[in-house]
Structures are given as structure tokens and as C-alpha cells.
């Protein structure tokens, strides 16, 4: 089937295709009216109104007014959504609408599809360092796969980057703020010859290290990144369209501190630690055999070493009865990062992962043209994906181990899918809907080893494991357009995420036994109007998931201790709703909202209860005597009930000058931490900008305030042997900014 694909692109490229690539941000200005975003969610091009989908989107201009840095930081400005890296590692967590995969190893793929420039992104840690010069983001809410190369439950984030342009223009943004936090990036694109264009884009960043060590006043959280994006795209006639996209990011910064956060700490060398209540405060430490083993310093401190590279060309062909749209990547992400997972001096937990990440994916796909009664496009997917590596563990401290253990182990996985989507008018106001995707999967895992590497060697575990999937998802609905400016629309839909392995340390057979792939089937429901001339732009949804399988990060306890494990909860519900607005009562103050409501329960779910059998812990030996199982059906799940979000916006004219003043703002409720059994507490987080631009000039300058209520939250919890922990976000900060447009 490689081969098949491979030669299908070819094929396609050799017949030189068209349509242009994924364009930035059209918008249909209007004095008095909210500006209409056209979109590519379903594969062509629309405005987002017109769209019969939950769907967000962040334009680039955005993405330093609410501080996105990182995809991690999307969850601030979209509904429904939380993006976590756990225990402060460079590798994020998706979730939409409760629907997310939490996994600290790198094998695993996220049950949020992530896409940039049409390219999949299977697995989360290689999204670092891609957001630059971006046009803009389009977040779908719900499974997809009728539509999108791969199939996933939670959703999708497709990310759009700057196109060459067929005019000369270049631009620039840099910035400087707290603890010498500096960052720029700059581009410049236009016509190269005859029907070439170019588009060079490039940023870097470095400080801002904003915590310290409670022993040693070592400051930690310095950034030392660098990316290059170079767009190519050539037009050899009206018809046909070539895009070639290169790219490259290193990131070698300070890793993220943890902070002691429940009972006072007991290292095992007889130190205390007390609870820490400092917003900044941190510690870690290094052994000089693990600093040996990974090729560090003696007193190095947690860092990223990574970098991802990657190359595609997208190929659009108009056959005049169709669209003939083909796309072949090559990704690489090589992942080095030093984690200090107790967060003190003692060595507990040293974590230090190494993986090589290397994907190669064909997509091949025909849509219709025109804008008939019908609109249909088929395609056809296949990936080939290979991981290797693990991680290394420093336990030289903790209680009752007192070693240094390595697992390892090589992952190799083959996706094919074939997809189709309808769209049929079936009057001037009623469009049926209706979509069908086959996916075949081989997973593989090969070599997976646990051992101990000192002081006395031995293998603890060692296994090779297979699991395949072969699964029917789809989609049917329905959209009435009550009038041009009302939409409501109505989704059923099924969508399936991959299982896999759980690659921890370990030493028990149940723990490597696969883990199925989830099921959930989708029922949503919403409404998008533009009222008032367009001043207001009001979208709602409800819907309703029934969840099989849902994939969770859990434990197994022996006698001795306890260990992580991916597991399948049987049968779960999650229930919610959505609202977002976007009002512009006055020619110069835009206010846009967003809130997102969502619950769900486990309905059949047996498995360990961990505060009763920690509570039943030997005080003496720390040995479990009695492990203790409940019914959990009935149990909340471990997600954010309520989310808001909200920007408001005034420009004022004065003199030759223009300003504007902005704030943006995201609340997020509280959550349960299933790894440290333990209430992550809710949180407010407020970013404000002031922006002067000349009215007949290209270059603009400001001020921003980020985190401006200096609140405290954190994204994650959780245990690790002994030390509990939480990965805490930002304290304000502040800063200037300059940007000139040519």
C-alpha cells in the first residue's frame, strides 16, 4: 500500500495539479460589521459561518495579543479545550471537550489531530517550536476522519502558516520583557521568478528563566529556541499548483521546575522538604553516575535538547470536474530532555527521555468543483511511522529502591485509511450530510526492555508485542439555513483512536499487555447566526458522547509499590455545551466570549480505588498489604467542568496616531488529578496590550502585561514514588514590542 500511494502522488505531481494551497486569513472588511474569516475546515473554501461545525479560529495576529507561544497555550483562547504537558515535560497533552489521551511516554498518539499546513502531526511532542508566521488556526471540535487524513475522537487543530505571496513583502516582530525574555521573528516573501514565489520565515527566542532553586537561588526556565520555515510555491499555469514546504527547529532550553505541593517531603536520605509557597520556587538535582550515563554535566540542570526537521509538497490540480489535491511529508523529531520529577536535590526522580521520531505520510485526494447541489471529495491515506528510544530513571534516593533503571524499546506503526464526505443540497435551505472512512492499523512494538542498570544489574522485563485495528467510522447530518444569516445544523458521528503500549518502567506482565483503541460516538446540535448587520456573531452547541473504551492513564499496585499503566475504562458519558460570541457594538470596540460547560460520569468502570489502598498502606514497612478494588460507575471524570474565555478591544484615533487597547482573559475550574490523587484548583488568567501604530506607517510598537493579576495555577499534578508535585504556570510578566510591515 506504500508503494500504491507513493505512486498515486507521483502520479499526481507528474499531472501538476492546482487550486491554491491553504491561503491566510481572508476577510471581507466592513466598517460596521464583524469581519467574516474564510476557512479550509472541510477542504474548501468558506466562510466560517456557513461552517456546520463547532469551530474556532485564532488568526496569527492573535497569537501575541493572548501570549500563544506554544500550542499549549491554544487552550486559552478556544472553548472546551485544555492543552497540559505533564510533569512540566516539553510534550503536550490534548484534550477537547474531555476527550484527551495523558501520556508522559512518546509512543502514543494523541486523540486530537494536529495538522499544519495539511500535514499530520501524530504525536504531540513533535508540535514544539512550529508556531511562527502563522495565517492562522481552525479548531474543530468532535471526531473527525471524513475529512482529514487521520481519524481521532477529540478533535482537530489545524494550523495554517504564511503563504508566499505574489508581491514583495516582509515584516518583523520582537519583543523584550521580564527575567531578559526575548523574542523575535521576521519574515520575508514574494515573487522569484516567472511563476515562483518564496516565503522565508524564521524566530528565535531566548531568557525568561522566571523560577529559581530553594537551595542554591539558580535561576531555571531560560528558553533557547530557533526554527526556519521556507515556503516555495510555483504556478507553472492557471491550473496547477505546487507547494513545497521546508523546515527546521531546535529547542534547547531549561525544562520546566515542579513545586512541592501536598504533605511535607522525606527524601531518602533523611532530608525534609517542607510544602512550597512560593510561586517560583523549584529544586533539582543530578547524581554523578546519571549525569555519566546521559552525557551531562555533574550539575545539570533540567533541559531540552530537541530538534525536528521535516519537508513536504503539496501538489493541487484542477481537472475542471474536480479538484485533484496530493500531499507527501517527511517528518524527523529527535527528543532529548532531562526531567526532575521530585523537584528537590534528592535524587528520586531523574527522568531523562531520548526518542527518534520519524513519520513518512502520502495523502491523495479529489473534491468537487463549483458550487452545485453537490459537493463530494474522496481520499485515500497511508503512513508509516517509527519511534525509538525510552528513557532513563535516576531512583538512587528514593525509599526502598535505591537504583538507576533504563527501558527501552522500538515502536513501528502502518495507517491506512480511505475516506469519503457528501454534501448534498437537497432544497435552497436543507443540505444532507453524509461521510464514510475504513482505517486499517498494524501497531508493533519491538525490543521493550526494562532493566536495572546499578548497582546490580539486572532485566526486569522484556516483551515485543503486536496489536492491529481494522474499524468503520462515519458521519451523517443535517444543515438548515433559515436565512443567509442563520445556520443550524445537527451531527451524528462515530470516530475510533488508536490503541497502543504502555512503555514505562516495569517489571509486572500485566503492565505490557496493549491497550484497546477507543471508541466514541458524537451527538451535537448547534445554531450560527449573524444578527444585527453582521454587528454580532453569536454560535451554540450542545452534544452528547458516548464513550467506549476511553483511554486513561492509570496504576497497577503490587505489594511493593505502585506503577503507571495505559488502561480502557469500559463505558463513559461526557454531556456539554458551547456558546461563543463576537459583537462589535461600536465601528472601533469589538468583544468577543466564549464558555464551554461539560460533565461526564465512568457507567461501567471496576478498578483500583487509590485513596483506600494508600490509607491502607503499612506505616512502618510503606509496603501494601491490602490492595482495594471499587465499582467507580458514577465516579466524575478528571476534566475541567466550566471554561471561559473573552477579549475586549478599543482603537482610538489621535493625531496621525492610532491606539488600541486590549485584554484577554480565560477562567478554568478546577479538576481531579488522577496520577496525584489530588484537586487541581481553578484559576484566572488575564493578558493586557497597548498598541501605538502611525496612520500611514508600516511599524507599530506596545506594551503587554501577561498573567496580570499575578495569579497562581498550575496544568498538571502528580506522585511520583514518594514527592508530590504540581507544574506551575507563569507569574506576570511584562514587556515591550516592536513590528514593521513592508
Known sequence: MNRLLFGASSAALVLAAAAPAAAEVTTEPQATSVQDVIVTAQRREESAQ??????TVVSGEDLDKRNIQTVNDLENAVPSMEVDSQLGGGQPQFRIRGVGLTDYAANNTSTVGVYIDEVAYPYGVMTQGQLFDIARIEVLRGPQGTLYGRNTTGGAVSIITGAPTDYVTAGFNASYGSYDAAKLEGFVSGPVAGTLSARLAVAAETGGGWQYHRDTGETLGDKDTKALRLRLNWRPSDLTDLDLNVHYSQDKSDGRGLRLITTPFTSGGGKVYPIDTAHRITGWGISPYFAQLIGVSPNAKPFRDNEGKGVSLRLNHDLGWATLTAVA?????????FNDWDATASNEAGTYFFNDIETISQEVRLASNGDGRLQWLAGLYHATEDIDGGFYSDFSEAKNLAFWMSTTYGQKVQTTGA??????????R???????RYEDETRELNDFKTEVLAPVPRVNATASKAQSMGEWTGKIGAEYAFSDSVLAYANVSRGVKSGGFT?????LPDQLEPFKFEELIAYETGVKASLFDNRLQANAAIYYYDYRDQQLQGVLYTQTGRVGRMINVPKSHIQGAELELRWQPLDNLTITQAVGYKYGEYDEFFFVNASATEAAKDPVTGEYNTIIYSDRAGERLPFPRFDYKGSIAYEHQIGDWGVEAETNYAYRSEKFSTSSNSIIGDYWLMNANLTFRPMNGGYAFGLFVNNLTNAYSEESRNRFISASTGSPNAPRTWGARVSYRY
Not at 329 to 336: I, N, S, T
Not at 419 to 428: G, P, S
Not at 430 to 436: K, N, R, S, V
Open 503 to 507: 512503555t514505562y518502567n516495569s517489571g
Open 50 to 55: 456557513k461552517v456546520g461545525l463547532a469551530l
Open 430 to 436: 436543507l443540505t444532507l450530510i453524509g461521510g464514510l
Open 329 to 337: 511529508a517527511y517528518e524527523a523529531f529527535d527528543r532529548k530532555e
Open 419 to 428: 475516506f469519503a464526505n457528501v454534501d448534498y443540497r437537497l432544497t435552497d
